[in-house]
């Protein structure tokens, strides 16, 4: 981190700093690299479709992520995604139609955005030589490492997931494209303390968020935001907050392209927490705690750890993608908020599953995390601080069919199951509910409905 300045070679398996116990930063000499003069230098590659790297989204912009020899960056296809313009959304979120976006990064080869990060990632695990890679995963992360050593073959995967916290969908993933799976009893955090351990001791290459490289990768979201809006600067970029990777990389985005000259102003970011686990808004909005320059009060988080452990406080959301008690990136995404001057919100699981619905009916669907993006831009324009005429836009992360078991609950007119599924959640309505008709099997009974 900046403010530290020890630095590290490439070719070292280490995630944090010796010196500060802060995360690695992946720092470029930009002085000695290639960089183009403007960002348009990346349509050229359009043409090239052929090449593996022209046609992966996150290659495609290499220059501004150059690690690793572009001939040895590993791609399944990644990041051929879509920035989609919703009329029926915006109205929703109340911005003029026309003016807010959705980024779809379900369009991924594994359904969610952690394919970015992973094709880096894993780029780095075989400059590395590693021949096995874990994380612990709330499911997204998990289903794209198993992806990418199923399809490579160059590594084996190994993942930890929580009991009983993960959706079907992702938990199908990984056990279908061949990866060891240990469910450990315990949520998400405890998951993750127990893969750092077992990496240091097995020597396996961790690829949860901690690590930079994947940081790296998820920069190119932005980067493709940018290109669908014709290389203009939106007003604001509103994602949801989990382990804070995405948020964080996409300050370094930002700041690298504005750094470098190549665009001419920031946009501000806003990141959305599930109010059953609010960490970041707690500490940003209730307790002020600030980036400053790498010299942050972080002991208002450890304070805020402390309480929560001794009141046994859990995250307890059904945007599972977003259960996180205790965000790894927490400082790097401090750092993205100053830079970007941003906000955080907290929005509930009835605000995420209405506006779910919403992005359903009037886009290309999402699973339950995602929507809060858009559920706290609907919260921000109420509250004044995004204003109508602004550009949003808006980051699903991740695929509407990572978790059909909430959606099918929203839409039922079966309300025990409702109540059994969501009700513990306090959800306890589904104003957008889409029921399925019942009908007899009778032609004339059939024909009635539809008319
Ligand atoms: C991982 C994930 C998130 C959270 O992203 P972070 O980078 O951890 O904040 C949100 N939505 C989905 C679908 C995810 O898979
Ligand atoms: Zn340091």
Redesign the pocket.
């Known amino acids: 981190?900046p403010?530290?300045?020890?630095t590290y070679p490439l070719e070292e398996i280490r995630t944090a700093?010796?010196?500060?116990?802060?995360l690695?930063d992946v720092a470029y000499d930009w002085d000695r690299l290639r960089v183009p003069a403007s960002l348009s230098f990346f349509e050229q590659k359009w043409a090239i479709r052929s090449d593996p790297h022209c046609f992966s989204g996150v290659w495609r912009f290499h220059e501004l992520l150059p690690f690793a020899p572009v001939e040895k960056c590993v791609t399944v296809g990644e990041g051929q995604t879509l920035l989609h313009d919703s009329p029926a959304v915006a109205r929703y979120v109340g911005i003029r139609p026309g003016r807010l976006f959705l980024q779809y990064e379900g369009m991924n080869p594994s359904g969610s955005f952690k394919d970015n990060g992973m094709a880096a990632a894993f780029t780095h695990a075989r400059m590395v030589g590693a021949r096995r890679a874990a994380c612990a995963s709330t499911g997204n992360t998990s289903a794209s490492l198993a992806l990418y050593c199923s399809v490579t073959q160059l590594m084996k995967a190994v993942i930890f997931i929580g009991s009983g916290k993960i959706s079907h969908g992702k938990l199908s993933q990984a056990l279908d494209y061949g990866a060891l799976t240990l469910q450990i009893e315990g949520d998400f955090d405890d998951a993750m303390a127990r893969v750092k351990e077992v990496c240091k001791r097995l020597g396996i290459y961790l690829v949860n968020s901690v690590n930079p490289f994947r940081l790296e990768g998820q920069k190119t979201i932005m980067f493709r935001v940018l290109e669908a809006l014709r290389w203009t600067v939106p007003n604001w970029i509103v994602c949801p907050g989990g382990n804070l990777g995405n948020s964080s990389a996409f300050g370094k985005a930002f700041y690298e392209l504005h750094q470098l000259g190549l665009i001419p102003r920031m946009p501000r970011l806003a990141v959305i927490n599930a109010a059953g686990a609010n960490t970041l808004f707690e500490l940003y909005e209730r307790r002020g705690l600030r980036w400053n320059e790498g010299r942050g009060e972080m002991g208002i988080a450890d304070r805020y750890y402390q309480e929560m452990d001794a009141a046994r406080r859990r995250a307890d959301t059904l945007a599972s993608a977003i259960e996180i008690n205790r965000p790894v990136n927490l400082t790097k995404c401090l750092r993205a908020l100053d830079w970007m001057h941003g906000v955080v919100r907290e929005v509930s699981d009835q605000e995420i599953l209405n506006a779910k619905a919403q992005v359903g009916s009037g886009g290309l669907g999402c699973e339950p995390a995602s929507a809060a993006s858009v559920a706290g831009a609907k919260k921000l324009v109420a509250e004044g601080v995004i204003r109508p005429d602004e550009q949003v836009v808006c980051i699903l992360t991740g695929h509407q069919l990572k978790d059909p078991t909430a959606t099918v609950a929203y839409h039922t007119d079966d309300r025990a199951h409702f109540e059994k599924v969501l009700g513990s959640r306090n959800v306890r309505e589904a104003p957008y509910a889409n029921r399925a008709v019942h009908v007899p099997n009778d032609l004339a009974a059939i024909v009635e409905a539809i008319k």
Do not use: E, I, T, Y
């Open positions: 981190m403010d530290c300045g020890a700093c010796d010196r500060c116990g802060n690695l």
